[in-house]
């Protein structure tokens, strides 16, 4: 019997359909970080205004060489004290953190929108007695993510939310998920996964022996990294597949009376 129901963000609950172009991101990562530096007493010119842009190339290669081998998140701070470094920067814990915290821009930024069925499914589930909980890969969370779910109106329904950066462990990793699991004192056997990749949600959940739903993002709009929008291959196979979140108040799993 299911007690309790996992769900990723990012195109799971919420999407990105009105991303800004890519120039327009670029502009307001170099303002911020020049406005950054300028607190600092640095002006930025020649080579640093480029500093945004390798932190972005550095975040990308480490993320992906982590998902090719132990699953272990990345110490962002600490990457952005050594790419700053290359710079000739010499920062401070505290700078690294300011760095860090400006070069996220922010899900309200991306035109981060939720799904129109997210609330109500997430009332439904918690209304026929679900304990509901988030697993999510970010590079940054601690109390500005929460504040940004705050935002969204997803503070009231989870019972944790079990954040990579914070935990350090990357989906599938079985850590990040049985950080959640204990969370909410409930087995695999008791929970199902909801979320948009079959590499991350899917193969995480059925490793520990949870019933994963894939929720197929949208084909037409921006995802973030790790969502599949192929169809499912014989290697990676969810319990069930959705394309609204709607769709789980109509599975005989969740509806056991």
């Not at 020049?34 to 010119?45: H, K, Q, S, V």
């Not at 790419?83 to 760095?99: I, K, M, N, W």
């Not at 939720?114 to 697993?135: C, E, M, S, Y």
């Not at 944790?160 to 989906?171: A, E, H, M, Q, R």
């Amino acid at each position: 019997m299911i007690k309790a129901v996992l769900f990723d963000l990012g195109d799971t609950l919420w999407h990105f359909p009105n991303m800004p172009p890519h120039i327009v991101i670029r502009e307001e990562t170099v303002r911020r970080i020049n406005a950054l530096l300028r607190t600092w007493g640095i002006e930025p010119e020649g080579g640093l205004l480029f500093l945004g842009r390798d932190i972005r190339m550095a975040v990308e290669r480490l993320t992906e060489e982590a998902y090719r081998t132990d699953y272990v998140s990345p110490d962002y701070v600490d990457l952005c004290a050594e790419v700053a470094g290359s710079f000739g920067l010499r920062l401070t814990d505290e700078q690294a953190h300011e760095l860090w915290d400006a070069w996220n821009l922010g899900g309200q930024f991306f035109g981060r929108t939720l799904f129109p069925d997210a609330l109500d499914t997430l009332r439904w589930l918690q209304q026929h007695g679900f304990k509901l909980g988030a697993v999510t890969d970010r590079a940054f969370g601690g109390p500005r993510f929460m504040a940004e779910l705050t935002e969204y109106g997803l503070d009231g329904f989870f019972g944790v939310v079990t954040i990579s950066s914070d935990v350090g462990y990357l989906k599938p990793h079985a850590k990040i998920f049985q950080h959640a699991l204990d969370a909410l004192g409930v087995t695999p056997e008791e929970t199902m996964m909801v979320g948009d990749s079959l590499r991350c949600d899917v193969t995480g959940a059925k490793g520990l022996g949870m019933i994963a739903v894939w929720k197929r993002p949208p084909l037409d709009e921006p995802t973030e990294v790790g969502a599949d929008k192929a169809e499912v291959t014989g290697e990676i196979a969810p319990d069930h597949a959705i394309d609204n979140l709607w769709e789980l108040t109509q599975l005989p799993v969740l509806n056991h009376g």
